[in-house]
């Protein structure tokens, strides 16, 4: 009898404790994922929302496929007009009520950074963020959360070593934007060049406010300062003039300009392709506007998925090209998941990247995660503009080795 | 029999407010805690703008002011979170008093334009501050956890506690508002120079009016830091003032019901333009607004009124 009883208690519990297991999965199905996002579809930053459609572009071509090992990708992506309480309150409808299985690509510093912790506490993927801020990058007090791109500081090392190497004798004067993404820069500038050079060398620094009308000003003081490198940190438009001013006072500097302004069309073309010849900047994605990457193949492709899936995104902007990597990316993931789509088992593989390559990015760049290292991209190239084309020269840096 | 029936309808919402709780998922009840915060900012507002005629483009500058009071406070000394609040009214409450004399020089569209100017300057001004506000990168605060060993989620335990402070506020609004000081008040809107003419200090109150206006805003803020946690210049753009001026027009000017259902509007109506259509969620937002104001051009409380209005008449209608 008591044999008995406790066998069926112990059925009673079976049954609570097996349909348990399944409900580990939240977002999953027989049939379909589900991935969530937050963009920038309104508001200041509502350039950036084109990331977030043509990522669901992507997936739209992928299910069109048919799917990630059978399932198709439910992408769920919300507007948060780049305002934290609304991406709090987003997030919090795509992990409560949506139930995603994983977050994915939620742009923006701040916006990321008011989710951070819940993210966190609630042990959902909070995989491949769209910022170039360093902190995504800490795995012990972060687990759940991984970042993407290269982090600005990297780029500004690998600026001061090459300055380091060939310009020992460099005066050097900086223009940055008073704000993170500026003094990221900056401060990996400074930690290249290394605590006594950077006070030999760094003879001025100059800023602006992303709301300044120009930077005129600015430049000429750089000139005045006698700096012979110019580490120019700005945002395309101010990069533009930028350009421009230097070349129109003469002023004629070994020019570092950063990877954010690398465009042909948006920036080098507008600014002059006189005033542009000899910039050097660091790259890891193929610049889609360089004509050199006409005929890849990689690019090609991307050029026949944009027109298929998503014909309204503009073929000049990087954007396009970088969400349909990362894209690529989180379907890398997927399928690495095989059957077990469970939040520990997508962040377990999304930890597990071991050397892919994805065709819009440079040769030899290669994307590699483990459980300590939630730094996807850590590689990137110097690259010189020759009046038509980005001239990809030496070898490719590491940040990861270094 | 409109008195009772608003006493009826008070009653009831707040029966429904108390219930919440039980009902709803905590996203949905952390939304509604949103609302309660939108809901006394724009009774700050509706006080300022509603009551007392002054249009203010710049609220969501006080909003910022008493988030960042209450984040600096919990961040730098670990001040309690409840403390930080009363903090933050005070602090606007002074903020808003020194604003407004210099703003009694400004009359209507002008003012509107100065304020606006406030709402301008101020993610700009947080950022320059960095050592306190953290530039912007914002800071990040903890979820305050339900005291006394509550058995309640830490969403339920703010949504009371944003309940209770609602409560509260609004119950002052309303004693400040039915009295000698709110006919002064209203008095000044309908008509300044005989306002001072009946002794009305007119510069002394218009101040006070936004230094009180100024203070309901910025608990409203120092609450959505803490429901939040998280406080960042981005989250007070110049549209959180647009947002604010929306929404007691459309929950009734010179009401105070009207800021609930303003804030309701705030915080929902986006989100289902979001749901109707993801390519042009802001287009449907817009003719959800010019809807709203075509059909109840006194705002939403006072359609409510008018309803409630008509009703009565029927009713002696109907006796007689």
């Given at each position: 009898m008591?044999?008995?009883t406790?066998?069926s208690?112990?059925v ?20 379909e994922?589900k ?6 579809y ?23 496929e048919g799917?990630v ?6 992408y ?9 309480p609304?991406?709090?309150e987003m ?5 409560e ?12 510093t ?5 989710i951070h912790k ?7 993927p909070?995989l491949?963020?769209a910022?170039g ?14 970042g993407?791109?290269?982090n600005?500081?990297t780029?500004?090392?690998i600026?001061a ?8 004798d460099?005066?050097?004067?900086i ?10 820069y ?5 930690d290249?060049l290394?605590e006594?050079n ?9 800023t ?7 930077i005129?000003?600015?430049?000429v ?10 580490f120019?940190?700005t945002?395309?438009?101010f990069?533009?003039q930028?350009?421009?001013?230097a ?8 020019h ?21 010849r000899g910039?050097?900047?660091a ?23 944009m027109?298929?899936?998503y014909p309204?995104?503009?073929?000049d902007?990087?954007?396009n ?16 998941c095989g ?7 997508i ?8 050397n892919?390559?994805f065709?819009?990015?440079l040769?030899?760049?290669k ?6 290292d ?14 038509e084309?980005?001239g ?5 840096y590491?940040?990861?080795k270094? | ?8 309808g008070?009653?009831a919402?707040l ?10 998922s905590n ?22 703008t ?9 609220h969501?500058?006080?909003y910022?002011l008493?988030?960042?009071t ?5 961040d730098?000394?670990n001040?309690?979170y ?25 009359e ?7 304020t ?6 101020i993610?700009?001004?947080l950022k320059?501050?960095?050592?306190w ?5 914002g ?12 058995k ?5 335990w703010?949504?009371?506690?944003t ?18 000081t709110?006919r ?17 200090n007119t510069a002394?109150?218009k ?16 609450l959505?830091?803490i429901v ?5 210049p981005?989250?007070?753009?110049v ?9 007691i027009?459309?929950?009734?000017l ?9 804030a309701?509007?705030?915080?929902f109506?986006?989100?289902w ?9 802001w ?27 008509r009703?009565?008449?029927?009713g002696?209608a109907?006796?007689?």
């Amino acid at each position: 009898m008591l044999r008995r009883t406790v066998l069926s208690a112990l059925v009673a519990v079976l049954a609570l404790v097996v349909p348990a297991t399944a409900a580990d999965t939240p977002g999953v199905t027989a049939t379909e994922i589900k991935i969530g996002n937050t963009n920038p579809y309104s508001g200041p930053a509502s350039a950036y929302g084109t990331i977030g459609k043509v990522i669901g572009a992507y997936f739209k071509k992928v299910n069109d496929e048919g799917g990630v090992n059978g399932r198709k990708i439910n992408y769920i992506s919300y507007d948060d007009a780049y305002s934290p309480p609304k991406t709090v309150e987003m997030v919090r409808k795509l992990v409560e009520q949506d139930q995603v299985a994983a977050l994915f690509q939620t742009l923006g510093t701040p916006t990321n950074s008011a989710i951070h912790k819940y993210m966190n506490q609630q042990k959902v993927p909070h995989l491949f963020v769209a910022t170039g801020a360093t902190k995504w990058n800490d795995p012990k007090n972060f687990p759940w959360t991984m970042g993407w791109q290269p982090n600005y500081q990297t780029e500004g090392r690998i600026y001061a070593q090459y300055i380091m190497k060939n310009f020992p004798d460099a005066k050097i004067g900086i223009l940055y934007q008073n704000d993170d993404y500026g003094k990221d820069y900056r401060k990996g500038l400074h930690d290249g060049l290394g605590e006594a050079n950077a006070k030999k060398m760094i003879v001025m620094e100059q800023t602006y406010e992303v709301t300044d009308p120009t930077i005129d000003s600015q430049i000429v003081n750089l000139k005045n300062s006698g700096a012979n490198v110019f580490f120019n940190v700005t945002i395309p438009k101010f990069a533009v003039q930028a350009i421009k001013k230097a070349h129109d006072i003469g002023w004629k500097p070994a020019h570092f300009l950063n990877n954010v302004s690398s465009s042909l069309a948006t920036v080098l073309k507008p600014a002059g392709v006189e005033a542009s010849r000899g910039l050097i900047t660091a790259l890891y994605m193929k610049e889609i506007t360089d004509p050199q990457w006409k005929n890849d193949k990689g690019y090609q492709d991307w050029v026949a998925f944009m027109k298929k899936y998503y014909p309204e995104g503009a073929l000049d902007d990087q954007s396009n090209a970088f969400g349909y990597t990362v894209a690529q990316a989180m379907v890398q993931v997927l399928k690495q998941c095989g059957n077990d789509l469970s939040r520990e088992n997508i962040l377990k593989q999304a930890e597990n990247l071991k050397n892919v390559e994805f065709p819009l990015l440079l040769p030899g760049i290669k994307v590699n995660t483990s459980a300590t290292d939630h730094a996807p991209l850590e590689q990137e190239q110097l690259a010189k503009f020759d009046g038509e084309r980005w001239g990809l020269f030496g070898e490719l840096y590491d940040a990861a080795k270094k | 029999m409109t008195a009772r029936a608003g006493a009826l309808g008070l009653a009831a919402a707040l029966a429904v407010a108390l219930a919440l709780p039980f009902v709803v998922s905590n996203f949905r009840l952390f939304q509604f805690t949103q609302v309660g915060v939108y809901a006394i900012a724009l009774l700050g507002l509706n006080v300022l703008t509603g009551y007392n005629g002054q249009i203010s483009l710049g609220h969501g500058a006080f909003y910022a002011l008493g988030a960042y009071t209450t984040a600096i406070l919990i961040d730098h000394w670990n001040v309690p979170y409840p403390l930080t609040i009363i903090a933050a009214g005070v602090l606007c409450l002074v903020a808003g008093f020194l604003f407004g004399i210099p703003a009694l020089r400004l009359e209507g569209l002008y003012l509107a334009l100065a304020t606006f100017a406030l709402a301008l300057a101020i993610p700009q001004i947080l950022k320059y501050f960095e050592h306190w506000t953290g530039g912007s990168q914002g800071i990040v605060l903890s979820k305050p956890a339900p005291p006394w060993g509550m058995k309640a989620s830490p969403d339920q335990w703010l949504y009371y506690f944003t309940l209770a402070v609602l409560v509260i506020l609004f119950v002052l609004a309303r004693n400040l508002l039915a009295g000698r000081t709110g006919r002064a008040i209203v008095a000044i809107r309908d008509n300044p120079i005989a306002a001072q003419a009946m002794g009305v200090n007119t510069a002394l109150y218009k101040s006070l009016t936004f230094g009180v206006s100024a203070a309901y805003t910025g608990v409203a803020g120092a609450l959505s830091a803490i429901v939040i946690a998280f406080v960042a210049p981005d989250a007070f753009n110049v549209f959180l003032s647009i947002t604010f001026l929306t929404g007691i027009v459309i929950g009734g000017l010179a009401s105070i019901s009207g800021a609930i259902f303003g804030a309701l509007f705030i915080q929902f109506v986006p989100n289902w333009a979001q749901d109707i259509s993801k390519a042009a969620p802001w287009a449907i937002y817009g003719v959800f607004l010019i809807g709203f104001m075509y059909v109840m051009p006194f705002g939403i409380a006072g359609a409510l009124r008018r309803v409630a209005a008509r009703a009565a008449r029927r009713g002696t209608a109907a006796r007689a």
